[in-house]
């Protein structure tokens, strides 16, 4: 429900002028030609100094008049004071605030601004502004007026005909006789009280700022978030509905049993029948009656605008007639006596005189009293043992005010359904009631009573506390007039329901006031016997009341759910948003009255009121907790004018709604909480993307604020480790994310638990690249969606990539709440010549993710994984432990096998066994150690035998050596590349002899290449040559590599030298090699080792994981030496080559898995 800003346009000089009023100033006109020159001299030379030659220091001339300097023009034109749309064109020309003149068109200035508070006006969203539109005729529309309603007229008179109502005149006396006055008083103090704390925490919020049109959905839903202001405003919606069947059952009730009786359409032949024909009558006249209130609200809302006044009157006049029958029982009580059998009340509706015979001319003869209770009229005909042993009585229902009998009305007085309603204190012969005797002209009892009952259908009698706010937009002041109206009505309402409680127990006899329907008194409304001048006062006053109140909620119920639907929060509800051209809730009104004929189906007054009594309970507790929120997380927003609150009132109040929730009737209680509830979680499905400033948000910054500082205090235990992973994405040149299935591992790995940070660096400065930025972080939060990762985005702009992930590994997170894991995808294009850095700042990744004690998990061909949609139905996840880093490889298979795509693989565990292990046992001992972490997994230990190096591990070295030699050279420049090779072209001519002899068969089949290309390979054979006799000495600071490096060892050489040591045996293999590259003498040996190490485990992965869904494996840490960077990278592609989906797996140096409990 947002703000409607008015702006009234005021003439003359707008603006803030520096002298003179905004209408009458009048500025003095100059000649046009000085016109002309003062604006030029304004526009172009206000700073230049003016050319007189008898000046001496630069004179600057300043023109006051305000509508051409300064801000005598208005610059804002729009109502929102943020909007600057339509000022771009107005150019701030003025000298006196020229070092704020940039800023104009986006921050407005003072002047500028207080005069758009002057002229702001909030109108009503209800019933006005529809009623003003069906009066606007033709372009010209109405004249705007500004609010002029006061406390009393705005809100205490309002408040006083929503709470005063039904439940007063139909049910209080029948409260009143069944709990007795004590119990009675307890009741109303404690709805009274529920009442009154949350008017003062509705006071405190109404008061905290402007308050539009809305009254409590729009307090609770921007005190509380969209969450639980869509839910407690849908379920305010629902208690008004309700509210509205409750006053429609309460106007046929009053039609059908005292103002024409005879209008029934069911009638009952039996006793035992009434009840369910006159809930069927209640039904089909309930229904109509619905239907012309829904018609009337829909035709014009004005009509019922008008007749408010009329209603409220008869609520007035009928407590004011109330009061005169009491102070008139004091010297005149009225005469309405009752019939009483024995101690038991008749009904008196079939009689005219309370006894069984008298005497006419001498004889005497039955009564029509004689015919209930005999099958004749005969003085001997058989008739009811009861009716024949007691004797016929006639007690004034209404004995007075000095009667005392307030003592025998004290105490409560419950029973079950069709109890009779007796009189203790009269004489009774054969007192036990037989199963019978509810079907004889008795009052009986027609509901089970007891005080949970009692209390759940007075409740609706008090609420009503919400018309004041529902009004704010048209309260000259609503802050002020809010409180103090809404606390002044109730409590007028609670002193009338107080004294009406003690005066009726008073002054009516008690098996009066248990007389639900006044059968005891001929049909009479009870509260109407005690009324003066005539019990129709009450009657007609109290149907007119009901049928206003009625009309009232079919009015107000239809614009709160046009409200909320047009707040966007609950999806499906936008539909009852539109209306009418003048802005009638037309399809709103439509769903009200079908809620609303739901409640006059059930047709009994007393069944409906603990329905409507949850649903109003329900509003005023959020209502309560916004305010007890909103002051305990003393928000800087929370200043509320109105003083005279406390957290503690706040939660009382709270606690009093609970409470009173589950007393009236606990089930209730419970299905409007689920209905709350699903509301609640339906809208945090759909994500509603309100920001409202709410409470709830505080309460979670407050919640966040202390778990960081308590997570702070200690790390997290063995048992409570789970990786909090800070995920590295890739950009492409769009911004678009490059691999998003990196999110979706994320999303499988992590299952919503746990913290995760989706991070990208981005190249430059902050100030060129802050669109960038923002355009980055919108598309990882839209990849993040997709995927169904739950996490937080975390752009950085900085002057190159490595600083940028250095950042975010170090300042990522916050307090205790940071990563422990980085998860990135492997460079694949590290070998192109058109990203040389790719792999430098993949390696300076892996050394500071292990420097701060970081786990690391990189994902190689990351595209292949599956989404989040997929199923895999078979395999296996094969975890390699080469070695202990604290058992992130035991931990991931188990996390990933708790999501639905990685459910149905199994895990397998393989390890590997040197010469001197004893394999068997170690199998044993991992399996029992598996045990112990509970983990379900096959076990598997490979042995690896110390074989001699291959030739192809020779020629992966040499390759990879050459390679190396050949990035580090380039960087020369061409002079001194030319100057190295003449020096060295003597000493290296025989070893590019034989090189290009052994290489000739490939280079024959391959294509021959070009002069330059020739020219560049022979520099690089040189150069590897040169460099191999003397290895040790290797360049630390070569960065930057050529644009383009071709090797000397092509593809086909090196798989026709694989197949061909596979071939031969080992003995062979070794002589061909010292027979064939003498040059290998030369290579590092270490360098061999480690390539040895990759190809051996290489193989025996791939033989046996090939075919495995995925690969966990050990990730070998880089060299200490930075010199050997790029061999490291060629250690890796030859451990993972041939693999489809490999996660390497580095810990970050601590145990994350035990076997304690």
Same mark, same amino acid.
């Given at each position: 429900m947002g703000e409607r800003f008015v702006v009234v346009p005021v003439d003359g000089g707008v603006g803030v002028a520096g002298v003179g009023d905004h209408s009458d100033a009048v500025v003095s006109d100059p000649a046009p030609d000085s016109v002309e020159e003062e604006k030029e001299a304004g526009e172009d030379s206000v700073f230049e100094p003016q050319e007189d030659p008898n000046a001496v220091v630069p004179i600057l001339k300043y023109n006051r008049e305000p509508n051409k300097y300064g801000d005598g023009v208005p610059k804002e034109n729009s109502p929102f004071i943020n909007n600057t749309d339509n000022d771009k064109g107005n150019n701030y020309d003025g000298t006196n605030m020229a070092l704020f003149e940039d800023e104009i068109e986006s921050n407005p200035m003072v002047s500028s601004l207080l005069d758009k508070l002057a002229n702001y006006t909030n109108l009503t969203q209800g019933a006005q502004e529809h009623e003003e539109a069906d009066n606007d005729e033709g372009p010209k529309k109405k004249e705007v007026k500004s609010p002029q309603m006061g406390t009393f007229m705005g809100v205490y008179l309002p408040c006083l005909q929503n709470i005063l109502g039904v439940i007063l005149f139909l049910r209080l006396t029948w409260i009143v006789g069944t709990a007795g006055i004590l119990e009675s008083l307890a009741i109303v103090c404690l709805c009274c009280s529920c009442t009154m704390l949350t008017a003062i925490s509705m006071s405190a919020i109404a008061t905290n700022g402007v308050v539009p049109a809305g009254g409590s959905y729009y307090m609770i839903s921007r005190s509380l978030g969209p969450e639980f202001g869509g839910a407690v405003g849908l379920c305010f919606y629902l208690g008004t509905t309700f509210a509205g069947s409750m006053y429609i059952l309460g106007t046929i009730e009053i039609?059908?049993?005292?103002?024409?009786?005879?209008?029934?359409?069911?009638?009952?032949?039996?006793?035992?029948?009434?009840?369910?024909?006159?809930?069927?009558?209640?039904?089909?006249?309930? /229904?109509?009656?619905?239907?012309?209130?829904?018609?009337?609200v829909f035709v014009g809302v004005k009509y019922v605008n008008k007749l408010a006044l009329v209603f409220l009157a008869c609520v007035i006049l009928s407590i004011l007639a109330i009061y005169a029958g009491v102070i008139k029982t004091i010297f005149e009580p009225p005469d309405f006596p009752i019939c009483m059998l024995g101690n038991r009340t008749l009904q008196n509706h079939n009689f005219d005189s309370c006894l069984k015979t008298e005497v006419i001319d001498n004889l005497t003869v039955t009564t029509k009293l004689w015919k209930l209770f005999c099958d004749g009229p005969e003085l001997n005909a058989t008739c009811n043992d009861y009716f024949l042993l007691n004797n016929v009585t006639e007690v004034q229902g209404i004995p007075g005010l000095t009667s005392k009998v307030i003592s025998e009305n004290m105490w409560s007085v419950y029973g079950p359904l069709g109890k009779l309603v007796d009189d203790q204190k009269l004489a009774s012969v054969g007192g036990g009631a037989s199963a019978?005797?509810?079907?004889?002209?008795?009052?009986?009892?027609?509901?089970?009573?007891?005080?949970?009952?009692?209390?759940?259908?007075?409740?609706?009698?008090? /609420?009503?506390?919400?018309?004041?706010?529902?009004?704010?937009?048209?309260?000259?002041?609503?802050?002020?007039?809010?409180?103090?109206?809404?606390?002044?009505?109730?409590?007028?309402?609670?002193?009338?329901?107080?004294?009406?409680?003690? @005066?009726?127990?008073?002054?009516?006899?008690?098996?009066?006031?248990?007389?639900?329907?006044?059968?005891?008194?001929?049909?009479?409304?009870?509260?109407?016997t005690l009324s003066w001048p005539s019990p129709w006062v009450i009657v007609i006053g109290s149907f007119f009341s009901c049928c206003g109140a009625g009309l009232q909620s079919l009015t107000g119920a239809p614009r709160l759910l046009q409200a909320i639907a047009r707040d966007g929060i609950v999806p499906f509800?936008?539909?009852?948003?539109?209306?009418?051209?003048?802005?009638?809730?037309?399809?709103?009104?439509?769903?009200?009255?079908?809620?609303?004929?739901?409640?006059?189906?059930?047709?009994?007054?007393?069944?409906?009121?603990?329905?409507?009594?949850?649903?109003?309970?329900?509003?005023?507790?959020?209502?309560?907790? +916004?305010?007890?929120?909103?002051?305990?997380?003393?928000?800087?927003?929370?200043?509320?004018?109105f003083k005279y609150y406390h957290w503690a009132l706040s939660f009382l109040g709270m606690s009093l709604c609970l409470a009173l929730m589950f007393i009236c009737s606990w089930y209730y209680a419970i299905v409007a909480m689920a209905i709350a509830t699903i509301i609640y979680k339906y809208i945090e499905y759909r994500g509603a993307e309100k920001e409202w400033g709410d409470g709830i948000r505080g309460l979670s910054l407050n919640a966040a604020r202390y778990a960081l500082i308590r997570l702070e205090e200690a790390p997290p235990h063995t048992k409570n480790w789970r990786p909090q992973l800070l995920v590295l994405l890739n950009l492409d040149s769009d911004q678009g994310v490059k691999h998003p299935r990196l999110l979706s591992l994320t999303t499988q790995m992590k299952a919503g638990k746990g913290l995760t940070i989706v991070g990208n660096v981005l190249e430059g400065t902050y100030l060129t690249k802050d669109t960038e930025a923002r355009k980055a972080e919108q598309n990882?939060?839209?990849?993040?969606?997709?995927?169904?990762?739950?996490?937080?985005?975390?752009?950085?702009?900085? %002057?190159?990539?490595?600083?940028?992930? !250095?950042?975010?590994?170090?300042?990522?997170?916050?307090?205790?709440?940071?990563?422990?894991?980085?998860?990135?995808?492997?460079?694949?294009?590290?070998?192109? +010549?058109?990203?040389? &850095? %790719?792999?430098?700042?993949?390696?300076?990744?892996?050394?500071?993710?292990?420097?701060?004690?970081?786990?690391?998990?990189?994902?190689?061909?990351?595209?292949?994984?599956?989404?989040?949609?997929?199923?895999?139905?078979?395999?296996?996840?094969?975890?390699?432990?080469?070695?202990?880093?604290?058992?992130?490889?035991?931990?991931?298979?188990?996390?990933?096998?708790?999501?639905?795509?990685?459910?149905?693989?199994?895990?397998?565990?393989?390890?590997?066994?040197?010469?001197?292990?004893?394999?068997?046992?170690?199998?044993?001992?991992? &399996?029992?150690?598996?045990?112990?972490?509970?983990?379900?997994?096959?076990?598997?230990?490979?042995?690896?035998?110390?074989?001699?190096?291959?030739?192809?591990?020779?020629?992966?070295?040499?390759?990879?050596?050459?390679?190396?030699?050949?990035?580090?050279?380039? &960087?020369?420049?061409?002079?001194?590349?030319?100057?190295?090779?003449?020096?060295?072209?003597?000493?290296?001519?025989?070893?590019?002899?034989?090189?290009?002899?052994?290489?000739?068969?490939?280079?024959?089949?391959?294509?021959?290449? %070009?002069?330059?290309?020739?020219? &560049?390979?022979?520099?690089?054979? @040189?150069?590897?040559?040169?460099? /191999?006799? !003397?290895?040790?000495?290797?360049?630390?600071?070569?960065?930057?590599?050529?644009?383009?490096?071709?090797?000397?060892?092509?593809?086909?050489?090196?798989?026709?030298?694989?197949?061909?040591?596979?071939?031969?045996?080992?003995?062979?293999?070794?002589?061909?090699?010292?027979?064939?590259?003498?040059?290998?003498?030369?290579?590092?040996?270490?360098?061999?080792?480690?390539?040895?190490?990759?190809?051996?485990?290489?193989?025996?992965?791939?033989?046996?994981?090939? *075919?495995?869904?995925?690969?966990?494996?050990?990730?070998?840490?880089?060299?200490?030496?930075?010199?050997?960077?790029?061999?490291?990278?060629?250690?890796?592609?030859?451990?993972?080559? *041939?693999?489809?989906?490999?996660?390497?797996?580095?810990? *970050?140096?601590?145990?994350?898995?035990?076997?304690?409990?």
């Open positions: 039609l059908l049993t005292y103002i024409v009786p005879k209008a029934a359409i069911f009638v009952a032949e039996k006793k035992e029948d009434e009840v369910n024909a006159l809930l069927n009558n209640m039904r089909v006249y309930g /229904t109509c009656c619905l239907a012309l209130m829904s018609v009337v019978q005797d509810k079907y004889m002209p008795y009052v009986v009892n027609d509901i089970t009573t007891f005080f949970t009952l009692l209390v759940g259908i007075y409740f609706p009698s008090v /609420t009503g506390i919400m018309a004041g706010s529902n009004r704010s937009g048209d309260l000259r002041d609503a802050q002020k007039s809010i409180p103090i109206g809404t606390i002044l009505a109730i409590a007028t309402t609670s002193f009338i329901y107080v004294t009406c409680v003690v @005066l009726f127990g008073a002054c009516i006899e008690g098996v009066l006031l248990r007389d639900k329907f006044g059968d005891a008194v001929k049909g009479n409304l009870v509260i109407g509800l936008q539909v009852f948003g539109h209306g009418k051209a003048n802005g009638e809730p037309t399809w709103a009104l439509l769903l009200t009255a079908g809620i609303c004929e739901i409640g006059i189906l059930i047709a009994s007054l007393d069944a409906v009121a603990p329905i409507l009594s949850m649903f109003f309970l329900m509003c005023y507790l959020f209502v309560n907790l +916004a305010c007890a929120l909103q002051t305990l997380l003393r928000t800087p927003n929370w200043r509320p004018r990882i939060k839209s990849a993040m969606s997709e995927e169904r990762t739950k996490g937080f985005c975390h752009v950085v702009v900085s %002057s190159n990539l490595r600083d940028g992930v !250095s950042h975010l590994i170090q300042s990522a997170g916050l307090g205790g709440m940071k990563h422990n894991t980085v998860l990135m995808a492997w460079p694949g294009t590290w070998r192109q +010549a058109n990203d040389p &850095q %790719s792999w430098k700042n993949f390696i300076e990744t892996v050394r500071e993710s292990t420097a701060a004690h970081h786990a690391l998990l990189v994902a190689k061909n990351v595209d292949s994984f599956p989404t989040n949609l997929d199923r895999l139905g078979e395999g296996t996840i094969d975890v390699w432990w080469v070695v202990h880093d604290g058992g992130m490889l035991m931990l991931l298979p188990f996390l990933l096998r708790q999501h639905k795509v990685w459910r149905k693989c199994k895990m397998r565990i393989f390890t590997v066994a040197q010469m001197d292990d004893n394999s068997i046992q170690m199998k044993k001992d991992l &399996q029992m150690f598996l045990y112990h972490l509970r983990l379900n997994a096959e076990v598997e230990v490979v042995e690896m035998h110390d074989n001699d190096i291959s030739a192809f591990t020779y020629e992966k070295t040499l390759v990879m050596e050459q390679r190396s030699q050949m990035l580090k050279q380039m &960087q020369l420049s061409r002079t001194e590349r030319e100057r190295e090779i003449q020096s060295i072209t003597d000493e290296s001519r025989n070893s590019i002899r034989r090189k290009n002899q052994g290489a000739a068969p490939s280079a024959n089949r391959s294509r021959p290449p %070009s002069t330059a290309e020739e020219t &560049q390979e022979d520099e690089a054979q @040189l150069i590897h040559d040169r460099n /191999t006799a !003397s290895h040790a000495t290797i360049n630390d600071k070569a960065e930057a590599g050529p644009d383009r490096v071709h090797m000397t060892w092509t593809k086909d050489k090196l798989f026709m030298e694989r197949n061909r040591n596979r071939e031969c045996n080992a003995n062979v293999a070794v002589r061909d090699l010292f027979n064939m590259k003498p040059e290998w003498e030369s290579l590092n040996q270490s360098n061999v080792r480690r390539m040895h190490t990759a190809v051996k485990l290489n193989e025996v992965v791939v033989n046996k994981s090939q *075919g495995a869904q995925l690969v966990l494996l050990n990730m070998p840490g880089p060299p200490r030496n930075r010199g050997g960077d790029e061999n490291y990278m060629e250690f890796l592609e030859v451990l993972l080559e *041939g693999l489809n989906r490999v996660l390497l797996v580095r810990g *970050g140096g601590r145990e994350v898995i035990t076997i304690y409990s």
